[in-house]
Nanobody, 124 residues
Framework: QVQLAESGGGLVQAGGSLRLSCPAS????????MGWFRQAPGKEREFVAG????????YYIDSVKGRFSISRDNAKNTVYLQMSSLKPEDTAVYYC?????????????????WGQGTQVTVSS
C-alpha cells in the first residue's frame, strides 16, 4: 500500500520560506511522477508543481515560478517543495500525490495516492 506523509508546514510571515517533505513508501516510484497540490478554504484543489521521478523534469504553475522549487531524492524516496518569498495567497493545505505514469498531470483526479496534507499559513 502506497503511503505518502507530508511534513514541514507551519506559520510564516510574508517573505519567509518553508520546505515541505514527502517521503513515499509501499511501491515502486521509478516510473512515476509526483505532484504538489494545495487547497485553500472554499477553493478547489490546485496543482502547484510536478516532477518526473526518473528524469527529474519539473513543471510549475505561473504563480509560483521563481519562488518554489520541487525536487526529489531517489535514495530516500522523498519529494520536496522549497517555498520562498511566500505570500498570504499561498496559504493553504498542501498535499503531495503520486501518479504511476512518467508524465505529470495538473488534474488532481489523475493521481493515484495522496498524503494527508500539511497546513501552510502565511501572515501579512
Amino acid at each position: 500500500q502506497v503511503q505518502l506523509a507530508e511534513s514541514g508546514g507551519g506559520l510564516v510571515q510574508a517573505g519567509g520560506s518553508l520546505r515541505l517533505s514527502c517521503p513515499a513508501s509501499g511501491g515502486s516510484f521509478r516510473g512515476a511522477s509526483m505532484g504538489w497540490f494545495r487547497q485553500a478554504p472554499g477553493k478547489e484543489r490546485e496543482f502547484v508543481a510536478g516532477v518526473s521521478w526518473s528524469t527529474g523534469s519539473t513543471y510549475y504553475i505561473d504563480s509560483v515560478k521563481g519562488r518554489f522549487s520541487i525536487s526529489r531524492d531517489n535514495a530516500k524516496n522523498t519529494v520536496y517543495l522549497q517555498m520562498s518569498s511566500l505570500k498570504p495567497e499561498d496559504t493553504a493545505v498542501y498535499y503531495c500525490a503520486v501518479r504511476f505514469r512518467s508524465t505529470y498531470s495538473v488534474a488532481w483526479t489523475d493521481y493515484d495516492a495522496w498524503g494527508q496534507g500539511t497546513q501552510v499559513t502565511v501572515s501579512s
